[in-house]
């Protein structure tokens, strides 16, 4: 299984901004190719507003591009076909926000549940009770049975993240995107969300395609990186251990804000 994007484009309209054509258009990816190979962690790294989430949301079928191709295994994700099959349950997504990408009327045997029966609909499902599979998620993520019964507010912010994640999981997804999913943790629950993402991907053999910021967590993380600036791909490293010699100038200012806040931490 792999997944590619070929020569995407993505573009917005320009909303306080009109020319005598109607209004403009802003450009927030341009001609973005990639793969991502089945059971690796892709890194996709880049400042705010460099057209990472919207690359994610194309990856995750939420956004079809102007022009190019999202496939899986020479699949279009945005043809008709694929899109009323089970194909786009293959793939999965965890935000950054998890206070808002959870339902907070719903317990959290519900929250998870959901992907259940979406497997259930598209013929997938495991034969054994809702609550049972809920129980294994939970157990996978690292908390018991009986948090099926809380609530999001119940929830500490790596709990409810580690949630997120097991409803993720839930789908039995190819490919999870992983939008700066780590982000809002704090240090400590950053590194135990990480150890589960791997733990995971060892026990599934997910493909993980890794939004942020933080070249600390991708090195944690990623087998391979890939930096994106004002929408273009500026440079790829193959193996994590060629990331000191990027030669991309905005790939090795990013590295070098790494280094100087490790230095001032151990200084």
């Not at 993240?161 to 839930?170: E, F, G, M, N, W």
Request: glycine residues 8%; proline residues 2%.
């Amino acid at each position: 299984m792999n997944f590619t994007v070929e020569n995407v484009n993505v573009s917005f309209r320009k909303e306080r901004q009109k020319s005598v054509f109607g209004r403009e258009r802003q450009q927030a990816l341009k001609n973005i190719s990639l793969t991502i190979n089945q059971g690796e962690s892709l890194a996709l790294v880049g400042e705010s507003g460099s057209g990472k989430s919207t690359l994610g949301r194309v990856l995750s079928g939420l956004l079809k591009p102007d022009s190019g191709q999202a496939t899986m295994d020479g699949h279009d994700i945005y043809s008709g076909r694929s899109r009323s099959s089970s194909l786009r349950n293959q793939i999965s997504i965890v935000f950054q926000d998890y206070t808002t990408s959870v339902n907070p009327r719903f317990r959290v045997g519900d929250i998870i549940g959901e992907s259940l029966r979406v497997l259930s609909k598209s013929g997938q499902a495991e034969n054994k009770s809702v609550q049972s599979q809920v129980a294994s998620l939970l157990d996978q993520v690292g908390l018991s049975a009986s948090y099926a019964l809380r609530y999001p507010h119940e929830l500490s912010g790596g709990q409810l993240q580690r949630v997120c994640i097991a409803r993720a999981v839930a789908v039995k997804p190819k490919l999870i995107v992983l939008d700066e999913a780590i982000s809002s943790l704090d240090a400590s629950t950053q590194t135990q969300v990480m150890d589960l993402l791997q733990e995971l991907r060892r026990l599934h053999g997910f493909s993980y395609f890794f939004i942020t910021h933080d070249l600390t967590a991708v090195t944690y993380m990623c087998d391979r990186i890939i930096f994106l600036h004002c929408g273009h791909i500026t440079e790829s490293v193959d193996r994590i251990e060629d990331l000191p010699w990027v030669q991309d100038e905005y790939a090795r200012s990013l590295l070098a804000a790494v280094i100087k806040i490790d230095i001032e931490k151990t200084g």
